[in-house]
């Protein structure tokens, strides 16, 4: 009852990142259900294996969108005040279960309303089963079994509390501006990632969606890896664009803009290095899909159209928790005398120096990402 009091609570603006971890929730529902629904619907002696790489590419929509829930369920603990969480009797481990609850109630509401959207187009609930383009994922006129949607609808939930409980139980950040030592590993995640995809040969083991052909598991695994390495090495390299941007003596504005960026590496490194391994991707799939002619599926499109949002949605929470962290240094800098102007240079001068790494970086490992699609 206290989480739900929480959510119904908060501000315009955490309201706002609830309701988009509802829809997301929502979403992956469906997805999951309509991978139930097309195993239903084929039965017949070999379509299982269908029905499990269906259920394994609905993986990569389910951890973005456990990755937003337990990143809102993470920001909003931040601003409670201490004193008066400890004048309430809420220690760490209430704050705790409060942001882990939070997250699994938003997640359980949009599967709840992913489970009565997918039985109202079944026709189960009184109405005639659509007939449409998407009809033979549904499984109408087939029982659906609870078990089965029951453990496939609390995935989401049970994933975004564990993690939402584990980033909020982690110890005592390093201090703010020190260099963060992830880059190495990083790179070298990226290296080993990119050359496995390179280095893989065709193969037919693991179909795409929307029939775009079949990839090696190896292809797979090389991207998988390249991300994680892009997500690791993330902060550092928001660290060294600040580092960069404050070397040889700089003026006001440049040593404004790089001390931010060095102090902010660790809160948006990590969603700027998972936007750029979505866009990787994205760019991966257009390849894929002007070289053989084809059209997304709707459930593929739709499935992109979430993990697109999910990414952006955590990489804007980074963001807004970056500029509320640094709201009591920009007041003292107002205090001090310095000009709007000079505080909306440093703004772009930081969102400019990013872009000149993140862009090129994309492009560099997109390019060689899509090796052994087009070879």
């Known amino acids: 009852m206290l989480s739900w009091r929480v959510v119904r609570g908060a501000r315009i603006g955490a309201m706002g990142r609830w309701l988009t971890v509802v829809g997301a929730a929502g979403g992956t529902g469906l997805l999951l259900l309509s991978a139930l629904g097309w195993a239903l619907g084929h039965a017949q002696p070999g379509a299982g294996a269908g029905a499990g790489v269906r259920l ?14 337990a990143v809102v369920g993470h920001a909003q603990p931040l601003g409670w005040s201490r004193s008066g969480l400890a004048a309430l009797g809420l220690g760490r481990t209430a704050t705790v279960l409060i ?9 359980a509401a949009g599967s709840a309303l992913a489970l009565l959207l997918f039985l109202y187009l079944r026709g189960d609930l009184g109405g005639v089963p659509y007939a449409g383009s998407a009809s033979g994922v549904l499984g109408a006129g087939h029982r659906l079994p609870v078990a089965g949607a029951a453990t496939l609808l609390s995935v989401v939930p049970l994933a975004a509390a564990g993690l939402a409980a584990a980033g909020l139980w982690q110890p005592r950040q390093a201090k703010p501006g020190a260099p963060p030592a992830g880059l190495p590993w990083g790179v070298a995640l990226t290296a080993v990632g990119l050359a496995v995809q390179v280095s893989a040969p065709r193969g037919d083991t693991l179909p795409l969606p929307s ?57 948006i490194g990590r969603p700027l290095g998972l936007l750029c391994a979505t866009a990787t991707a994205a760019v991966t799939v257009y390849d894929l899909q002007s070289g053989d002619g084809h059209r997304l599926g709707p459930l593929t499109s739709f499935a992109a159209a979430l993990i697109g949002v999910c990414v952006l949605a955590i990489t804007g929470t980074a963001l807004l928790e970056a500029r509320n962290a640094r ?34 970086l994309t492009a560099l490992i997109a390019g060689l990402a899509t090796v052994p699609a087009t070879r």
């Open 99 to 107: 942001g882990a609850a939070a997250a699994a109630l938003a997640c």
């Open 211 to 267: 029939g775009l052909g079949s990839v090696s598991p190896a292809t797979v695994a090389g991207w998988l890896v390249a991300s994680a390495g892009l997500v690791v090495a993330g902060p550092g390299l928001v660290h060294l664009c600040g580092q960069l941007l404050a070397l040889h003596r700089p003026g006001a504005l440049r040593l404004l803009a790089g001390r931010a960026l060095q102090q902010e590496a660790r809160r």
């Open 56 to 69: 394994v590419w609905c993986l990569l929509p389910v951890a973005m969108t456990v990755q937003l829930a």
């Open 327 to 360: 709201a009591r240094s920009t007041a003292a800098l107002r205090d001090l005398g310095a000009s709007p102007s000079l505080l909306r240079g440093a703004v772009v001068l930081r969102a400019g120096a990013l872009l000149a790494v993140a862009v090129p």
